[in-house]
Structure formats: C-alpha cells, structure tokens
C-alpha cells in the first residue's frame, strides 16, 4: 500500500476514534444557558402570574420580568464535544456538575428542593411586598412536617399551630427546639397546639386561629445526643386577603424579588412602578425585604436582553460578575432591598436614569 494511502487512511480512522471517543466518554460538567423571562405583570399561559383577590388592585404597564436559567438535568452526563462547544459558546457556562448538583443530587431530590424553593420565595415576595406596602402580616410557628416513625408521628401534624411548649410560649420557630433539647432524652415534653383543620378554617378568612387549644405529651428520643420528637417548626404567615403566584416549571429561589415588585405594582394606587418600561431581574427576597445573590447571573442578563429589557435589577452581591460581561443595551442596577428596587423603579418612571446605582466590574 502507497505511504500516502496508508498515513491518510490512518489519520482517517485516528479522527473516526476521537470523533467516538468525544460522543461517548462522559465528562463530569453541566451547562447553563439563558432561560426563559415572564413578566410578573402580565399573564402566562392563558392566566395572569399574579392573582390578588380580596383586595382593590390597579392597572400597570411596562415590564417587571423575572428571569430564569436553562441548566442539564442531574442525571444527564455530558459528553466531550458538548463540553467544549459549551465553552466556546459565549451565551453559555460549563461548570463542574457538583457545583449545581453536590452530593450525587438526584433529579427526583432537585425538583423537590426547587419546588420548596420556589415556594418559601412567593411566601416571602408576598410578606416583603406587604410590609413595603405597611399592610400587617400576621405570623405564627406552625408545624412544617413530622418524621416518620419519630415520637411525634401521629400526634402532631403538618399545619398544627404550636402555642406552646411546656406552657412556655412559642414566639418564633426557633423557639420549639430550644424548648425540647432543654429536655433529656426519655423525658416527655408538653406541646400545647391548634389542631392544622382548625387553624386552616380561621386562615381562610384571614384570621389568626385561636382555638379550641389541645394539649399533646410526647416522649423524646436522643439524636446526636440531643432530645427530639422527629418534627420541624417554620413560620407561617397569615395574609389580609389572598396573593397566588401561577407559574408552573418554575423553581428555586431567584425570583422573589420580581415577584415582590409585581405585588407591590398591583396595590399601589395609580400603579405603573416602571412607567412603562421594560425592566427586568432576580434576586431573593426574605420576610424583612432583603435581597439576596442568585446564580447564572450573566445568562440572565442575556436572556432579558434578548426579550427587550432596557434595565436589570440586581443584587448587590452579584454586581461585579454582571458588570464583567453586559449586554450592549442593557443597563445594571443595583439593589440591596425591595425599597432599593421600589426607588429605582421611580427614577426609570422618572426618567433620572444618571442617578440610578450601577454596577461596575472590580477595581473600576
């Protein structure tokens, strides 16, 4: 056989073995891309994503969009060529699978944490854009869930609202755990509770239940040496009137501030937060209006380009890696708190843009 032949022949089947080996070996990395934007204003499939009854809401215009971010699934592995045409393509990010998914996370174990996620951020978008508002929110510690086969299955129930423990009032969550692990284990422990279908019955006219109480008296087990009776307390919130969030294939936490800002659009009189404007964002929100970091902060900014925004709301603490790379168009605002975001949404309506905090790469 001709040298010639022969070395293109080889160098044929050497590009055929790396062509196999780039579709099938497995690398361990996911991607992330931009997602799809809804405004929180404005309906999604066929029905508005904010729902307010019970309460006078007004007109709004322009924009208040969250944003989202496209990543593999947790079960989804990779191969080479992928790898590297994701990290060639500017629009997206290739990071190591642990970092989106530690601990071997299956996809069952993620879409539960994003639901709950996604949940506990509507719960405080909804408190933080009432307190906003200086409307009051009623709180109490309610039971969130019961351990299976832990002392206290059976005898408490997700909803119980816990009044007391040992006759000593309960006044926040962390309150129930510091009260039993005073106990040794062995040793009983008293909850003095509202039944969850009692307590459910005087929410639903926006009340705070307050009877029939019932006691309940509970064994403790050790648990890493400390006294437990297998359930979690949180907070729950009792609203005037009724806030529903529909948005489906949804999740996490990153949208509560958008979120947030809708509600507080919706209830203002006169509306129109934004006048007009296209303006989008993420951000976690807490109970007192706090706003947290979120990830895929640069493929959020471009998927809100890409939909049109003029204005990004961002996180404080996300500002330096959202000013490195700015889609030409799009202007960054920073923001700490919703009352943050509630005054540069006037200065947009306004139009005081040059005195709209921004953000600015490292060192600049």
């Not at 499939?45 to 307010?52: A, D, H, R, S, T």
């Not at 971010?69 to 290739?94: C, H, I, K, Q």
């Not at 648990?223 to 948005?247: E, S």
């Amino acid at each position: 056989m001709p040298r010639r032949t022969a070395t293109l022949l080889a160098s044929t089947l050497m590009l055929i073995a790396l062509l196999c080996a780039g579709v099938l070996i497995p690398v361990p990395y996911a991607e992330m891309s931009p997602g799809p934007t809804v405004n929180t204003l404005g309906d999604h499939n066929g029905e508005p994503v904010l729902q307010i009854s019970g309460r006078k809401t007004y007109p709004t215009t322009g924009n208040l969009n969250m944003t989202t971010v496209r990543v593999t699934g947790p079960d989804y592995n990779m191969n080479l060529f992928e790898a590297v045409y994701g990290w060639l393509d500017p629009n997206s990010a290739v990071v190591p699978h642990k970092t989106l998914y530690p601990d071997g996370q299956t996809a069952e174990q993620a879409d539960q944490q994003n639901a709950e996620e996604f949940s506990q951020s509507q719960e405080s978008a909804k408190v933080a854009a009432l307190q906003q508002l200086h409307v009051p929110v009623a709180s109490q510690t309610v039971v969130g869930a019961v351990v299976k086969d832990k002392p206290a299955d059976g005898l408490l129930h997700a909803g119980d609202v816990i009044k007391a423990v040992d006759g000593k009032t309960v006044q926040q969550a962390g309150d129930v755990a510091k009260l039993v692990t005073r106990h040794k284990p062995g040793e009983k422990v008293v909850f003095t509770v509202i039944p969850a279908k009692d307590a459910a019955a005087a929410e639903k006219q926006g009340k705070r239940p307050a009877g029939p109480e019932k006691q309940v008296t509970i064994t403790t087990v050790a648990d890493g040496g400390r006294a437990v009776v297998g359930i979690q307390a949180q907070v729950d919130h009792i609203f005037p009137f009724t806030i529903d969030v529909k948005l489906a294939d949804v999740g996490g936490p990153s949208a509560g501030l958008m979120f947030a800002l809708g509600i507080v659009d919706k209830l203002t009189p006169g509306g129109n937060l934004t006048g007009g404007k296209f303006v989008a964002g993420t951000g976690t929100i807490d109970d007192q209006g706090k706003v947290g970091p979120i990830g895929g902060i640069s493929m959020k900014t471009v998927g809100a380009r890409d939909k049109g925004a003029e204005f990004f709301l961002t996180p404080a603490e996300n500002c330096t890696a959202a000013a490195k790379d700015t889609p030409s168009g799009l202007k960054l605002v920073k923001v700490g708190t919703i009352g943050d975001a509630v005054k540069a949404l006037e200065k947009i309506r306004n139009h005081d843009t040059a005195g709209l905090p921004s953000c600015s790469p490292a060192g600049r």
